[in-house]
């Protein structure tokens, strides 16, 4: 079986994309604790990056997932001048998109997301927005885990589609 090999981050980017998940009212889904805890051990190892929080508020969430992520990185000791946030967001294209004035000119970005997740994220990313990706994969809780791997499958053929349009657009 050939087997994808992972590009752990290890700090070459300046910036670090934390995608947003599900909240629950405003507190973060296991899903997005196990992202932003990645995502604070990294930070506080790597001093030099900046996080941007991306993640827009759906309408069952009482807070905007990329507030909620900077909420919990600060109060895992990240220092709040290192957080950039990205609120409206709501997918993972937009993730992109939308945080791009913070990252533009970089060659690559590190992405933290659940392991499930990771590479759709950088496929968007170099697809799309022509970058290298590394990243931090963040487990995902095993309760959900199916539930997750089964939606991934058909948000490849989501964004396949897309692409093609995008690429094909006159």
Known sequence: MNQVKRQNADGTYRYVLVLGAKV????????????????????NRHPHVELIASGGQGPDEGMAEARVIARELIARGVDAARIHIEAESTSTYENFLFSRPIWDGEPGLTIVTNDFHVRRARLVGKLYFGLAIDALYAKTPPATKLKYVVREQLAYVKLFINYMRWKWRP
Do not use: D, K, T, V
């Open 24 to 43: 629950n009212g405003i507190q973060p889904s296991r899903a997005l604790m196990h992202r932003i805890e990645a995502a604070a051990a990294y930070a």
